[in-house]
């Protein structure tokens, strides 16, 4: 094999250990989504944030991904044909995609638990909207109510004596 073949191993290699990184922050990310979810008085804008920097991530393991695969199709034949020449590299590959599995099982899992979260958490606010909006319609109807009560209607005044 020729110094580029080696290259694009050593290249596929540190795109999967860099993608190990990418779903660590992922992971980070979820347990800080789930804190924040769990938050009472956590704010719309705070909740958007963790979604803006995990969509991020995302962003970065597509462009992982996508360079990866590229590569695997520039050495597929390589590493079909020469199996023995390039064991320790295929070894590692094999070790760090097993790694990318588990943590992205672990992920799915963790996204599905925040999921029910939020749903459960955005219940309670819609709940909350309709009580306050019930309330100010009762505040309303009280206050005309009472207006209409110390109004006094029209009357006729007898002019005559």
Do not use: W
Request: proline share 1%.
């Amino acid at each position: 094999m020729n110094r580029l073949g080696e290259n694009y191993l050593e290249i596929m290699i540190t795109s999967l250990k860099k993608k190990i990184e990418v779903l660590d922050r992922i992971i980070a990310m979820n347990e800080k989504q789930e804190r924040a979810l769990k938050d009472p008085n956590l704010t719309p804008d705070e909740f958007e944030s963790v979604v803006d920097e995990k969509a991020k991530c995302i962003e970065d393991m597509e462009l992982l991904d996508s360079g990866f695969e590229s590569l695997y199709e520039k050495m597929r034949v390589e590493l079909r044909e020469n199996k023995k020449a390039h064991e320790v590299e295929i070894i590692r590959m094999q070790e760090l995609i097993r790694k990318i599995t588990d943590k992205t099982t672990k992920i799915q899992v963790m996204e599905k638990r925040n999921r029910d979260e939020a749903f459960k958490k955005f219940s309670q606010v819609r709940d909350q909207v309709k009580e306050i909006r019930t309330g100010h319609k009762v505040a309303t109807e009280y206050y005309r109510n009472m207006l209409k009560l110390n109004m006094v209607d029209a009357q006729f005044m007898d002019n005559k004596r």
